[in-house]
């Protein structure tokens, strides 16, 4: 059985998680009305690989006998200037996220809940992925500037990216 306290936390999770899904179709609007085409596409599958995250989080909260209890979702920025911005935004969460899970792992530590504590290792290693991505994709931007022909390549490079 998960503590009230770890059941709280975790559906703030799924909160976090759905929000995250939210910011990066919000980004993705952006992008594709920028004529970013590829951008626009990479933001989605993020989105629905955040969705997964909840949807993981969500089943792991039933398994253990907990109830999931759904909070509304706060509503995304809809203007982030330029795709360097976008990147530096998404950087940023995935940053934000990484705290989260981390304060989730020392709850469970805490808590002494091995189980949580061990089903929370997967979003540990994700997140150091995440970040990563984040970080590659906005040095790309920086080294490139505002040229155009790279602007362009990297848009049809990110473009190619499916979902898992
Ligand atoms: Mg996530």
Redesign the pocket.
């Known amino acids: 059985m998960l503590s009230k306290k770890m059941e709280k936390a975790l559906n703030e999770q799924i909160n976090k998680?759905m929000f995250?899904a939210y910011i990066y179709l919000s980004m993705a609007t952006f992008l594709a009305e920028k004529r970013y085409d590829g951008m626009a596409s990479f933001m989605q599958v993020q989105a629905q690989?955040?969705l997964e995250?909840a949807m993981k989080i969500y089943g792991f909260v039933e398994e253990r006998g907990g109830r999931v209890l759904l909070d509304a979702i706060a509503k995304p920025d809809s203007d982030f200037q330029n795709p360097l911005k976008v990147f530096e935004t998404a950087l940023g969460h995935e940053k934000f996220?990484s705290k989260s899970i981390n304060d989730l792992v020392d709850l469970a530590i805490a808590e002494k809940d091995h189980a949580t504590k061990e089903f929370l290792a997967w979003f540990v290693k994700?997140q150091v992925e995440?970040e990563a991505n984040m970080d590659r994709i906005v040095g790309q931007m920086q080294m490139i500037g505002d040229h155009g022909h790279g602007l362009f390549m990297l848009d049809r490079h990110l473009g190619e990216r499916k979902a898992d």
Request: net charge negative.
């Open positions: 998680e995250s690989e955040e995250h996220i994700e995440e």
